[in-house]
Nanobody, 113 residues
Framework: VQLQASGGGFVEAGGSLKLSCVAS????????MGWYRQAPGKERVLVAE???????EYAESVKGRFTISRDNAKNTVDLQMNGLKPEDTAVYFC????????WGQGTQVTVSS
């Protein structure tokens, strides 16, 4: 499985960004796709993920501000990020999971105060 992420960039606090990721290769019909982030000197942590059934999980810190969505037919997952805060600054990684975790390349999100 290969993952190609896009989006990210630089935004002022309160602004919005959208991340997109597309998976290709041997895609299983049942899987989970989502986004993790890693700030400098910190561990990689869950931001949001979504199963093919539509079930979702969000980090508490992003609930009400970020929305994850996916298109199962296109094997894509998007993360709409609104109300961005400086503490959201991190490298964001797309993840695909079926029987194994595959990771996309990271994309930098920088939020200025």
């Amino acid at each position: 499985v290969q993952l190609q992420a896009s989006g990210g960039g630089f935004v002022e606090a309160g602004g919005s960004l959208k991340l997109s990721c597309v998976a290709s290769g041997d895609i299983f019909s049942i899987n989970t796709m989502g986004w993790y982030r890693q700030a400098p000197g910190k561990e990689r942590v869950l931001v949001a993920e979504m199963g093919t059934s539509g079930s979702t999980e969000y980090a508490e810190s992003v609930k009400g501000r970020f929305t994850i969505s996916r298109d199962n037919a296109k094997n894509t997952v998007d993360l709409q990020m609104n109300g961005l805060k400086p503490e959201d600054t991190a490298v964001y990684f797309c993840k695909y999971n079926s029987w194994y975790d595959w990771w996309g390349q990271g994309t930098q999100v920088t939020v200025s105060s």
